[in-house]
């Protein structure tokens, strides 16, 4: 691979929506209690015994379905596994993030059919006839076709709405840069700053639909403007006075923190030996790439900001600013109509596929010990319930694409957006007299009210109140009102 070489995103406009019927898989079970197979539930509540790999292929082939079950491996998982993953014409797709099972993918003949896990669409839901009708009004209403997870849907509603805006491909980063974003990026801020592990009253704040805002207001990308680089890599001779003319920076930084530094919460991070991130206050002397925004909030901090190599935009980009506020429109909508799940699934919609552009250049699939690679690894299944072991008879095999067709500046620079907004809104709360528990994500946790203005509009902060608040560490709470220990089985929950 050459390493200049540019290709174009998005790969391809899809010429008409990708449409299937619906339908859920419920386990049938013999006079004895025996599992047989599935009794097949479609939207019109029509039903169907599905005893067989083969006979529920032929089915979902013959009535051009997706088929949703509750899950695809485990005690609930699919029933015929590993006849489908032996088969030539399945791929079983693994999320990066969770390493979770999510789809299995069948080409048969001319079409390519899912059968999916029903959890893909939010934790809360179940799977009945409601399920099929929620997720039909879903996809209905959003108008841009079927698909198994919010992310693909979301995706294909941005493609739409480039197309509405006459909107054509335009060139990606360099490889050299989309290497640099994937390496030193920083993933949603979490931070730990509980002094007690019990607080009887905690006033949590986030901004409404804060991915859609940052999204909203502007990106970096190729299309407009003009995107150029300056200084050398590992010479620092350049400061953020030289680049302050234009809209965004990713840059190499020196960042020293003084001796005399005392701040509680800190505007930058580092990935460690073992590549967790750290928001670092500690003093010394910190070599990475970062965006300009967070270097001038370092600054501003009182730390010391040399630049050494730069990517630089002259202009940032609206081309998300239609699709988000669509989406949040119909979340909105859903919200007030009470409906919990269709509200879940849009909320879902924005940040995932907003989170598409970042993904990794790596694919990961499940295989049986018959397609195992040398280089594949066991696959330990991390969703489990109950006394379901951990170890597995499948394997993770990987596949990367060094050019793997993403914006991976779009994702890394809304992501940077939205952890300053935690910066500063902590910043300015612990200044004003508060105290900052934890954050997570887009939320900070306080132990007052907070102390400054809130609002329900796009991307300003709303407040809700927990009692009897437990912080067990970094994205892990429970409190009278919710429950988010992540890795931890409900039922060894306290609440």
């Known amino acids: 691979m050459r390493e200049e070489h540019v290709s174009l995103w998005p790969k391809y406009f899809p010429e008409k929506p990708r449409q299937r019927n619906l339908a859920i898989g419920l386990r049938l079970y013999d006079e004895k209690e025996n599992v047989i197979g599935y009794k097949i539930v479609d939207e019109n509540e029509n039903y169907y015994d599905i005893l067989s790999h083969d006979n529920c292929m032929v089915y979902i082939r013959d009535n051009n379905v997706d088929l949703y079950?509750?899950?695809?491996?485990?005690?609930n998982g699919y029933l015929w596994l590993d006849t489908a993953l032996d088969s030539d014409n399945c791929t079983a797709i693994i999320a990066n993030s969770s390493k979770t099972l999510t789809s299995l993918s069948f080409k048969l003949g001319r079409g390519s059919y899912r059968i999916a896990s029903i959890g893909n669409w939010t934790g809360g839901a179940r799977l009945s006839s409601d399920f099929l009708k929620q997720l039909r009004g879903v996809f209905n209403t959003y108008g841009h076709g079927v698909h198994t997870s919010p992310s693909g849907l979301g995706y294909y509603g941005i493609l739409d709405f480039m197309q509405l805006a006459n909107i054509g491909k335009f060139s990606r980063p360099n490889h050299m840069l989309r290497s640099k974003i994937r390496k030193h990026s920083s993933g949603g801020r979490s931070d730990d700053f509980s002094l007690s592990q019990q607080y009887r009253q905690v006033y949590e704040i986030d901004v409404n639909n804060s991915y859609a805002a940052q999204a909203i207001n502007g990106v970096p990308t190729h299309r407009i403007g003009h995107m150029m680089s300056r200084g050398l890599e590992n010479y620092f001779n350049g400061s953020l006075n030289d680049i302050k003319e234009y809209a965004i920076g990713y840059c190499q930084a020196r960042i020293t923190i003084p001796t005399n530094f005392r701040g509680k919460i800190s505007?930058?991070?580092?990935?460690?030996?073992?590549?967790?991130?750290?928001?670092?206050?500690?003093?010394?002397?910190?070599?990475?790439?970062?965006?300009?925004?967070?270097?001038?909030?370092?600054?501003?901090?009182?730390?010391?900001?040399?630049l050494a190599r730069?990517?630089?935009?002259?202009?940032?980009?609206t081309f998300l600013r239609e699709w988000a506020l669509d989406a949040i429109r119909l979340r909105d909508f859903y919200k007030e109509q009470g409906m919990e799940l269709e509200a879940d699934i849009f909320k879902l919609l924005i940040v995932s596929a907003i989170g598409r552009f970042g993904m990794s250049n790596e694919t990961l699939y499940l295989v049986t010990e018959k397609h195992r690679q040398s280089e594949d690894e066991p696959w330990l299944n991390l969703n489990i319930f109950g006394d379901e072991p951990m170890s597995t008879p499948y394997y993770l095999h990987k596949e990367i694409d060094y050019d793997a067709n993403h914006l991976t500046q779009v994702?890394?620079?809304?992501?940077?957006?939205?952890?300053?907004?935690?910066?500063?809104?902590g910043l300015q709360e612990e200044t004003q007299g508060n105290t900052v528990i934890s954050t997570n994500y887009d939320a900070i946790f306080l132990t007052d009210y907070p102390k400054l203005p809130l609002s329900r509009e796009i991307g300003q902060w709303k407040v809700k109140e927990h009692s009897n608040f437990r912080q067990y560490g970094r994205r892990s709470y429970e409190s009278d009102q919710t429950s988010k220990?992540?890795?931890v089985p409900l039922k060894g929950r306290k609440k």
């Open 267 to 306: 505007p930058f991070y580092i990935r460690d030996d073992e590549g967790l991130l750290q928001w670092v206050t500690k003093p010394g002397t910190y070599i990475s790439y970062y965006w300009s925004p967070m270097l001038i909030e370092c600054e501003k901090a009182g730390f010391k900001v040399e």
């Open 485 to 487: 220990r992540p890795g």
């Open 310 to 317: 730069c990517w630089l935009w002259t202009e940032l980009d």
């Open 69 to 75: 079950i509750s899950e695809l491996y485990g005690k």
């Open 411 to 425: 994702a890394s620079a809304i992501i940077m957006w939205n952890n300053l907004a935690l910066y500063d809104r």
